[in-house]
């Protein structure tokens, strides 16, 4: 409805105005106007009569009545509002909200509450549970006010706990609504090291983080060449990669029902051994191979065969050697760069040779240059013309049937596992774990997983929606987005701000509806 003014004209050539109230209508294929109240005449109505109308109907809109009083309103306090919107919106579109109930019973919600909060930290503000109970005083979520810090270890003891059913019906939700790749799947491992005393499963064992000086876990997580998260595991810090994967082989084969998948890991995560389990399991594999230890490899990487261009940066040819296939792939940006590199090295070893070559002979990057015979030192020329064969390449294995250069694409997806790693320990502060029994660590972890599918989530949303916009910069303009409380006339209100940024994008892709600019808040 509108209103409008229809002007008539007298026999006197005078004219009059009425204001009406008029209803718009389809009736058939045409819109018709129906007058629902004719007000009367317009000049008549501005002398007074018009104004008290207006004072009536506003007590019967609320936004309205709000800005006739406006001058009274209160502003109590402003939290953020936006994250807790957007990741709960897709905590319950994952069955996460479901799942954490279930297992923590249908009294329990203060507890699944804490859950869901300890998640929205990691992506917000991570900090330790501790820290979790202050934080969440400049968060607005109804229902944080009664969380106390047992809420929080209680909740990590049921996500260990729990961890297994919550990864299958999470993969089993995500997999009705995202068009998931599943061809492919990709095995990855990392480390997190804990300064003191860590938890009792952490060892010493080989740092990612380059601190062998402190005790470690060794995390490992299998992803789809989508880039979502499907399962991870935990590990002593001891462990060799080699073993984690045949945790991920029997993962594919029990927990998920895959199908024929093509497993991909990087250089040294499996042996001779492994492969033909993995053969035998009815799988096939996409693996790096360490091509200077592969015996023959650095003639076969010489062969004069041509290669096919794949893209700019990369070019591939397909090699058989000793009954197994090979795929050699070349990059000829890397190549400039290696030569360039290794060239600086020798230069400044020849430098160095001239100042006398004992220190030359302890320093590992420049001993593999040396030739020494009896007390001559001097650069072995044979090496450096060996080593420059392998510039810009490297070798895959693979049982598939895939196409050279589909072989290539799908092993350099695997960046899609190490870009989940970086997420993990710095956008998603997987360090430092302020945890020092395995369940309780065990929970922090999955906190972080579960960060991490819904970060993951959100930015296949974004994708599907056409944005190009950087998941970080949206990620802080909906930190913009505050709630704040205010009272009017003895009553509370809660009032939005002002969307900042590209705020109204991420509600769009996920076809949410912003909140309203003030509503009265539930009483509690």
């Known amino acids: 409805m509108y209103t409008r003014t229809k002007t008539f004209q007298n026999k006197d050539g005078t004219t009059r105005t009425y204001l009406q109230i008029v209803q718009t209508r389809r009736i058939g294929n045409k819109v018709r106007q129906k007058v629902i109240a004719n007000l009367g005449r317009l000049e008549e109505l501005q002398e007074g009569s018009l104004d008290r109308l207006i004072e009536g109907l506003t007590r019967y809109s609320f936004h309205q009545w709000v800005k006739l009083n406006a001058g009274q309103l209160a502003a109590k306090r402003a939290r953020q509002w936006g994250p807790a919107i957007i990741f709960g919106h897709l905590w319950q579109e994952l069955g996460l909200a479901g799942m954490v109930s279930k297992f923590l019973g249908q009294h329990q919600t203060d507890y699944a509450l804490a859950a869901f909060t300890m998640v929205l930290n990691r992506l917000c503000d991570p900090r330790s549970k501790r820290g979790v109970d202050k934080w969440v005083k400049q968060v607005y979520l109804p229902g944080l006010e009664k969380l106390q810090l047992h809420h929080y270890y209680r909740a990590l003891d049921v996500l260990a706990e729990h961890k297994k059913e919550l990864e299958e019906g999470l993969f089993a939700r995500i997999r009705n609504l995202f068009d998931l790749k599943l061809d492919l799947v990709f095995w990855d491992t990392t480390t997190t090291y804990f300064e003191g005393r860590g938890p009792q499963m952490a060892e010493r064992g080989y740092s990612k983080d380059r601190r062998s000086d402190c005790q470690q876990l060794v995390i490992g997580v299998l992803m789809t060449q989508d880039g979502f ?96 296939r090979y795929i050699i792939c070349h990059n000829p940006q890397e190549a400039q760069k290696d030569q360039l590199s290794r060239e600086e090295m020798l230069l400044a070893l020849a430098r160095k040779l001239k100042g006398g070559s004992k220190q030359l002979v302890g320093n590992r990057g420049f001993r593999r240059f040396l030739k020494i015979q009896g007390k001559a030192v001097t650069i072995d020329q044979e090496l450096v013309s060996q080593e420059a064969r392998f510039d810009g390449k490297y070798v895959l294995k693979t049982n598939t049937a895939l196409t050279p250069s589909e072989v290539a694409l799908s092993y350099k997806s695997l960046w899609q596992v190490e870009r989940a790693f970086r997420e993990l320990k710095s956008g998603l502060e997987l360090r430092p774990v302020y945890h020092w029994n395995d369940r309780r660590v065990e929970g922090h972890i999955m906190v972080c997983f579960l960060a991490l599918v819904l970060e993951t989530a959100l930015c296949r949303r974004l994708k599907e929606a056409g944005s190009t916009f950087s998941y970080l910069d949206l990620v802080e303009d909906l930190g913009q987005l505050q709630a704040v409380e205010v009272e009017l006339a003895g009553k509370h209100y809660l009032a939005r701000t002002e969307m900042a940024g590209d705020t109204y994008e991420v509600f769009k892709a996920l076809r949410l509806r912003p909140p309203k600019l003030i509503q009265e808040m539930p009483s509690e």
């Not at 810090?237 to 024929?260: H, P, W, Y």
């Not at 490899?297 to 070019?315: C, F, H, I, S, W």
């Open 229 to 324: 998260p499907v399962a991870h595991q935990v590990f002593p810090g001891n462990l060799a990669d080699i073993d984690t994967f045949r945790v991920c082989l029997k993962e594919v084969q029990t927990r998920f029902s895959l199908g024929r998948v093509i497993l991909v890991a990087d250089r040294g995560m499996v042996s001779q051994k492994l492969l033909s389990q993995i053969q035998e399991a009815g799988l096939s594999y996409i693996v790096g191979v360490r091509m200077r230890k592969l015996k023959g490899m650095a003639e076969l990487v010489t062969d004069p065969g041509p290669y096919q261009k794949v893209r700019d940066n990369l070019m591939v040819k397909e090699i058989l050697y000793q009954k197994e």
